[in-house]
């Protein structure tokens, strides 16, 4: 009953009043990054939704508009480098995310789900794949993103988006949602780069 109908409505309602409330401070950040660089506001690319079905994220523009488009950002050589003055203080607050709202609003997204993997990360698709993670709405936030983020390796990633699935609840949301304002305060797991940065990590 709470993951096919109530979570739709919470949605719904969460991204609304969001949209609502967080009118002004969006159309700021766009005036930022206008006024930082040369190119459109917002970052728009093919990412995996529900059962695997393709949709188009949405994002605030944080890096140049020279950069490889569907590059994981752990993949370029050196990330820090593309990044726009305005990108580094949204990527920092995780404020770059905030465009996301309309996909959640348009039902491509939850507030609460595994993060949607890009449409050429075979690997991370095919390790949810073993736990059903590919079968639920992608959302903007999740237990693998407050649990190490950018600092996990995919298998650790798929596992804990596994656990999720298979945890599905009010409750369980509940703790992913407010467990996100913490992690987004102390910019846990935020490496820019840095997939599987908890692993080398502990090579070292």
Known sequence: MYQHCIKRLLDILLSGV???LLALPMLLIALLIKLDSKGPVFFRQKRVGKHKKTFQILKFRTMRIDTPHDMPTHLLADPEAYLTRTGKLLRKAS????????????GQMSVIGPRPALWNQDDLVAARDQYGANDVTPGLTGWAQINGRDELEIAEKA??????????????????FFGTFFAVATHKGIVEGGMGELHRRGKR
């Open 18 to 20: 969001g949209i609502l």
């Open 95 to 106: 404020l770059d995310e905030l465009p996301q709202l309309f996909n959640i609003l348009a």
């Open 159 to 176: 596992r804990l988006d596994g656990e999720y699935v298979h945890h599905i609840s009010f409750r369980f949301d509940c703790k992913c």
